[in-house]
């Protein structure tokens, strides 16, 4: 609405999940792992094909601008766990406690029957990860996608990672072409749900290839669930994958295996479109 970038715009937009301590899938009062560490991972993507991630960063509520930072002022595209730590707090950003009494509380309910199982996180069909303590949603993503007056296109992509995971773990959100793809002459895709699947499948990075086929956002987004059904429809019943796609038109979609998967659409008219994106299921 402003005439300001789209790249400034993601980033800035996903600095308040990031700082709410009531969400648990994303920064700051995010679920820890298994260990009771909370590790953060982000990614974030311009116009012209500049990318930054950081995974497995602690004590920092803003993983998002240390990704832009990697970005802009190092040779690399990625940095992890301590490296990660180290650069943040070159460039200035402040150690914090991410580990909310709340997430904290939770951590400890799950311990009394957890079992270190590594494949707990993957492909267990006993695991159902909306089967926690009270019912609370195991893992999710906030991942946001714009279009600026100029029509570039930026994405952002940031979160707490599965709840409980293995300590090191590192799902699709930080990783360029899974979690989060921008190609500024198609469109841009984002992807939540059991990062697993996502990497397997390159999940982003499909969603913008078909739309470069001539897809629309809607239907590339099923084509890339049905993709990941198709290869293990064992699981799919188990787990939620969902994308979400803007193409170079404006024109956006998304689709997920599992039912209430929702996005919302904000234009310089309309803040608070709430949509229900279509489900396999």
């Not at 899938?25 to 590790?39: A, E, H, M, N």
């Amino acid at each position: 609405k402003n005439n300001g970038s789209a790249l400034d715009a993601v980033e800035k937009g996903v600095h308040v999940p990031e700082a709410d301590p009531n969400n648990q899938s994303v920064g700051l009062g995010g679920f820890p792992d298994r260990d009771g560490i909370v590790t953060l991972d982000a990614c974030i993507m311009d116009e012209l094909g500049n990318c930054g991630s950081v995974a497995a960063l602690q004590n920092i509520v803003h993983p998002i601008s240390v990704a832009r930072l990697v970005m802009e002022k190092t040779p690399h595209v990625m940095l992890v766990g301590e490296g990660a730590l180290k650069f943040a707090l070159e460039q200035g950003f402040k150690k914090e406690n991410l580990l909310t009494p709340k997430s904290e509380k939770d951590w400890k309910e799950w311990l009394k029957k957890s079992e270190y199982n590594p494949q707990i996180n993957s492909e267990n069909k006993s695991f159902r990860p909306d089967k926690l303590p009270g019912n609370k949603l195991n893992h999710d993503t906030i991942g946001m996608l714009a279009m600026d007056a100029k029509g570039n296109l930026s994405g952002a992509c940031t979160t707490s990672g599965m709840g409980f995971k293995m300590h090191g773990r590192v799902g699709d959100s930080p990783i360029i072409g899974a979690g989060l793809f921008v190609d500024n002459e198609v469109g841009a895709a984002t992807s939540t749900g059991v990062g697993e699947e996502v990497i397997r499948n390159v999940g982003s990075f499909l969603v913008v290839e078909l739309m470069r086929q001539g897809y629309s956002p809607e239907e590339a987004c099923k084509a890339a669930v049905m993709r990941i059904i198709k290869k293990k429809p064992e699981i799919a019943k188990d787990i939620q994958v969902g994308f979400l796609a803007i193409n170079k038109q404006g024109k956006y979609g998304a689709y997920a295996i599992q039912k209430g998967f929702s996005f919302a659409v904000c234009d310089k008219t309309d803040q608070k479109l709430l949509i229900k994106g279509k489900s396999y299921y």
